[in-house]
């Protein structure tokens, strides 16, 4: 079974521009997760889709989005990028049963210069 | 609301010694308890899983936990540490009703030959 793919893996943005990840969940699963991870902050919660509508919202600004389509797949989006918002982003996905037991993508580092 | 404690951001081993990571958690009700591994430029993995039946959980790698409900604990052990098992281990708690876990800081292990 395939596990979660992210994509790109690694891209490099200027401030004020915006960014769209891409998350691929596990077959089967319908529930997708989004965190952000710094050195600073550690694993910090943005977002969580299941079956197309946003279940669970983190502490973020409104320039965090995401959305879920019907097939599981996942974006999320950055808007006026800024320096702070440098950080690998993790997918998660889930069956959306409340166990919270998450499979993991790779994440896509994002550098913004 | 639950939350988890990691005692350490880094503790540090030789090969072959016994490995000993520690989490503390709070929660009003009974929670489930995750243990994560992160190696460098990856996503989270899981080691192994508390869901209320066993207290002691046997994971990937030789890692074990016991969970400790007077103490509110959950530490990851291994007996005899390996060059590969130098990572990023981060505890994790959820409780029925919650499809979202909350994560501790993490612990870096280093292994020293």
């Known amino acids: 079974k395939a596990g979660v793919t992210q994509t790109p893996r690694y891209l490099i943005k200027t401030r004020g521009q915006q960014v769209t990840l891409s998350c691929s969940p596990i077959s089967g699963h319908r529930s997708v997760s989004w965190y952000q991870q710094t050195p600073g902050q550690g694993l910090q919660f943005l977002f969580e889709?299941?079956?197309?509508?946003?279940?669970n919202k983190g502490n973020f600004p409104g320039r965090f989005s995401g959305r879920q389509f019907s097939n599981s797949r996942s974006e999320m989006n950055v808007s006026t990028l800024e320096l702070g918002d440098s950080a690998l982003y993790l997918c998660?996905?889930?069956?959306?049963?409340?166990?919270?037991?998450?499979?993991f993508g790779e994440g896509s580092r994002l550098t913004v210069l | 609301a639950q939350s988890v404690t990691q005692l350490g951001s880094h503790v540090s081993v030789s090969e072959g010694a016994l490995v000993l990571l520690r989490c503390n958690y709070s929660?009003?009700?009974?929670?489930?308890l995750f243990w994560y591994v992160q190696y460098p430029n990856q996503g989270l993995q899981l080691l192994l899983k508390?869901?209320?039946?066993?207290?002691l959980v046997k994971g990937i790698n030789g890692f074990e936990a016991e969970f400790k409900k007077s103490e509110t604990s959950f530490h990851l052990t291994k007996p005899s540490a390996h060059m590969s098992d130098a990572a990023e281990y981060f505890c994790?708690?959820?409780?029925?009703?919650?499809?979202?876990?909350?994560f501790g800081r993490g612990t870096s292990l280093i292994v020293h030959p």
């Open positions: 508390y869901t209320s039946a066993a207290t």
């Open positions: 889709y299941f079956s197309e509508t946003q279940r």
């Open positions: 998660a996905s889930s069956h959306g049963q409340n166990t919270g037991e998450l499979f």
């Open positions: 929660s009003s009700v009974p929670p489930y």
């Open positions: 994790a708690v959820s409780v029925r009703g919650s499809y979202i876990p909350t």
